[in-house]
């Protein structure tokens, strides 16, 4: 790997007032794909790519991406959180998206140095993180519709805050019934970038409506629940953990698989499988919807106050966070912040 430093640091942000993506470190990771094989991994000075307006990605979205989290511990340690995961999920779109493989082994050392790197910019107040955000995108200059030749990998990192503005307060939820995010056969399971333009339209009304995010119905009946803008959803029935099962058009998140693993051995029931929206709210009617929340990488766990179906919003524990919730918020969080031994193995240290 060619490293390259830059001698022209940024002045960094203030680290208490962050937002979600809005802030970049000094430095990238970038490997380009050529004559069919994958050139060498370079760390370089954060800066823009010169485009061809050609460029295939620009036109038909050949384009995969991932997100993943870096941490510094109580004792000084830098931390990432199930980074093989993500690399392999991340194989997995590319194979979906006719795009090349990656050797997960050398794309976690680059990550584990890109982050050692810039370790001054992981911020270490509560609920602060570095996120990392590897991409990749079709670099052919042609207008074909075909598979690309060239492509570029790219990971760029910046320090976060919540990524809802009013960080670990309920969300308001409203489920869409006219406009579908994935369909069977389609791309739902990828992580690509067609995905969330696909789905911008009705999250954009939903808010105009006064709901953080929608969640998705299934393409096919409506009748299905699937997943939520950028995290997935868990529902606890009755005191029993019920999630949608991964069907083919649901994002197999890995802070969703993580959550599941935690609430099993903690003894919890946990279900995967299809559950309606119909069996939902009628849970709520009967007094037996104990506490919604949704699970990914930027929104952690974030509990769901309000769901509103069909013009009702129906309010999921008096608005508060419940107790499903909270244990595997502080679980998940106390063993990625370092609080709590890592009994799964799943933090790779940095440094
Ligand atoms: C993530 O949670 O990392 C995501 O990619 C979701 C979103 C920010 C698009």
């Known amino acids: 790997m060619k490293i390259t430093l830059t001698e022209h640091k940024k002045v960094k942000p203030d680290f208490t007032k962050l937002g979600f993506g809005k802030y970049f470190t000094d430095h990238m990771l970038v490997m380009y794909y050529h004559n069919g094989a994958w050139e060498e991994p370079e760390i370089v000075p954060y ?44 194989n997995r779109s590319a194979q979906r998206l006719c795009m090349p493989q990656l050797d997960v082994d050398l794309m976690v050392d680059c990550l584990k140095k890109l982050v050692e790197i810039e370790q001054d910019w992981i911020p270490t107040a509560p609920g602060t993180s570095l996120y990392i955000r590897p991409t990749m995108i079709a670099n052919d200059k042609a207008l074909g519709v075909h598979a690309a030749h060239d492509y570029i990998f790219f990971i760029i990192l910046s320090p976060v805050g919540s990524y809802y503005a009013n960080g670990l307060a309920p969300t308001k939820i409203l489920v869409e019934d006219t406009y579908v995010r994935a ?45 939520v803008g950028s995290m997935n959803i868990v529902f606890v029935i009755d005191g029993v953990v019920v999630t949608p099962a991964l ?6 998140g890995i802070t969703r698989k993580s959550t599941l693993e935690v609430l099993r051995k903690a003894g919890y029931k946990v279900e995967e499988r299809r559950i309606s929206i119909e069996e939902v709210i009628q849970a709520h009617k009967d007094g037996k919807l104990n506490e919604v929340f949704g699970t990914g990488t930027a929104a952690v766990i974030s509990p769901v106050g309000v769901l509103n179906y069909k013009g009702v919003d129906y309010v999921i524990n008096n608005n508060e966070m419940g107790e499903i919730s909270r244990y595997a918020y502080d679980t998940i969080t106390g063993i990625q912040y370092g609080r709590i031994k890592d009994e799964f193995g799943w933090i790779e240290k940095c440094n």
């Not at 069977?184 to 709901?211: D, H």
């Not at 069907?247 to 197999?252: A, D, E, F, W, Y």
């Open 183 to 227: 369909t069977p056969g389609g791309t739902g399971e990828a992580k690509c970038m067609g995905n969330y333009a696909a789905s911008i339209l009705a999250g954009e009304i939903a808010n105009q409506k006064g709901y953080d995010q929608v969640l998705w119905l299934d393409g096919v009946e409506r009748k299905y629940v699937e997943e």
């Open 247 to 252: 069907v083919g058009s649901i994002l197999p």
């Open 47 to 90: 800066d823009a790519f010169a485009m061809d307006p050609c460029t295939n990605v620009l036109h038909y979205g050949q384009g995969i991406f991932e997100g993943l989290k870096a941490y510094k511990t109580p004792d000084g340690k830098i931390t990432t959180f199930r980074p093989y995961e993500n690399f392999n999920r991340m």
